[in-house]
């Protein structure tokens, strides 16, 4: 392998860990709401298998 | 379907006679010309009268005669066949040199954008803030009275430049119903996600790339919130990007003699630009990052004097091409002045200010007066956007929903992977300094002067186009490296994702408050039953005022009233004005000298004082009596 290939990988790998990086940031507070979406849709579909967002609160 | 039928051959015999060197040019100037001739023939109908199913339908097959009884518009209208084929062909090429994921994706992507556009359409009203106070106010009033003009309401902002609204109605005229009427935004959506396709192959990026950049810019949800939320910032974003398009594709053609074939997109430009300042006035403070771009472009093409030579070339090709072509272009660009000119024109005449109900202040001169609030350009404002923007960047401070309260909507792809890439391009891509400098000047220009409010960020929904491009870029560079390229695919497969889902409910609707709307029959979802932002008491109307009654309202001047027409514009609404020391006696005349025995307020809607008079008027047993919450009744 080229030196230059080598150089050219790690700013690849840079740039790819960077934005790995920023999706983690800003995953929070977004991640909560789209999981408030999930657990709605999940609720009204699947009563049964869901459970009340009250009942599990205690064990958070 | 006439209309359609008209509107769409109107624009595709103007579009053939401004044909460019590039199809994807030609689409975008294409999809352009629609929205123009559709606003155009509304905005001239609703001004005579006559806006209505009836007459639209009627002008529509007198237009499609005249053009089918004109020998070469008939033979022009027969090549469409050969155009649909070439068109075809290049869809089934473009589609095979699509790497397998890329494909994968783009069938993902549009089922998804596809279903959720539809559903929500027909699942849910319009509910949007700035919609129920003026855009389809606006709209329900014109459609009613089968004339586009002022009317008397307290909301000041139905003043405000409309040629989206103009665009909005042609979605509810014909049915007379606002049931369809959230998919006014989608030729704008596909204005913007085609010109962010050209715009990257005028950056060298490989068709693949240029449409992972398009896609990725289409799951904004800034975008995609507002594209069903009947707001008028999609059509500035798409106007703004179809304008950079243009400005970019022409720049790099600099050293070429004459303008040629790149006369119509140029023309195109100007209607553009026009276009847009008669749908919102803001596109002026981003006008300066167009020039930029273009300057630079033209200069790296070899001739940085190349703008200010395009006037003298193009009345060279005026001339070259003949005096009808001559009448054919003054006809368009006299077209885009009136569209770009009549709301001001008119508000100057009624009201002798052409952006009211606005002043304007440039720093501390007060250049046009007027007493509630003024457009402000100034380094204070400029300073305290820049510190609001701050404190939006990242999206940490609440739920992104269509009215963006306190974030910037950007999105995940923007956030997560758009900002590196960004960075990385700055550093190693010359063509994409030049476009993220035309992007931030006009991005401050628009700091200048955008009021510092918590919803401030729904103009610069344009913006991530630049970090969509950088995306673009860096697939284009690390695609192909084996581990890299993986997990760049999966990263933006799962923003894309994430993106995506929360727009499938607004980020705000519970799956109750659809299942309600769910068990109205389609025609019968009006916005006052839907309760994301519309007080309990506005359903009052639904149950209790009849259709053929006159209902009063008495609102604030961000009150909701959109909601009292109904969703078929059946109710009609009169405003009630009621000053603080009326006597409930005077009130119950005020009403009856506009012919109406019922009033509407409603907390946050109407000033607390009136409701606390009408609540005592109802106790203390005069003629204003309660009649359901927030509606009251004269019974005499």
Known sequence: MLSSDKASHMEAYILVLGM?????????????????IVYDIARTFFPDFVPDAVRILPYL | MVNLAFTLAVAYLVSRRMRSSRVIIDVIVYIFLWIFFVTLQLLIVGLAGFLAAGPLGLLSVIGLMIILSISPFRRELLLLKDDFAQLRDLLGCWWQELPKWVRAVTVAFLAITILRVIF????????????LTYHLTNVAQWIQVHRIAVFDTPVQRIFTAANYEVLATWFAVFIHHDAIIELSGLPAYLLAGFSIYAIGLSLDLPAWASWIAAMAYLSTPALTLAITGTKNDPLMAGLYLMSLAIVIHVSRRALKPGLDDDFGPLIALVMGLL?????????????????????VFSFIAGDGWFWCRVPGMALSELRRRGSSYTIFVSFLIGSALFLGSYWYMRNWILMGNPVYPYGVEIGTIEVLEERKSSFK???????????LFVSKFGDKQARITPDLSDTTGWGWIAYGMGIPAAIWALIRRNNYRIVAAGFLLSFLGLMLSSPTSPWNMRYMIWFPALFALAIGLVFSWLDAIPKVGTLLRGLFIFTMSMDL??????????????????????????AALLHVHVPEEYESVIEYVPVEAILGYNVFENGFVYPLFRSDFSQEIVYIPIAA????????????????????????????????????????????????????????
């Open chain 1, 20 to 36: 790995l990086a920023m999706t983690i940031w800003y995953a929070w507070p977004q991640i909560v709401y789209s999981l408030f």
């Open chain 2, 120 to 131: 929500l359409t027909w699942a849910l009203p319009p509910f949007v803030w700035d919609s």
């Open chain 2, 275 to 295: 276009y847009a300042i008669g749908t919102k006035a803001y596109i002026i403070h981003q006008i300066p990052g167009l020039v930029l771009t273009a300057v």
């Open chain 2, 377 to 387: 350009l100034s380094p204070e404002r400029f300073f305290d956007n820049l510190k």
């Open chain 2, 501 to 526: 889902l929360m727009v499938m409910n607004y980020n705000l609707v519970k799956v109750s408050t659809f299942n309600r709307m769910l068990s109205l029959p389609v025609l019968e979802r009006d």
């Open chain 2, 581 to 636: 020391d009326d006597s409930c006696e005077q009130i119950a005349q005020a009403m009856e000298a506009r012919g109406t025995r019922y009033l509407l307020v409603a907390p946050e809607h109407t000033p607390d004082g009136i409701i606390a008079k009408l609540r005592d008027c109802a106790r203390s047993e005069t003629v204003i009596r309660d009649r359901a919450g927030g509606l009251y009744v004269i019974k005499r």
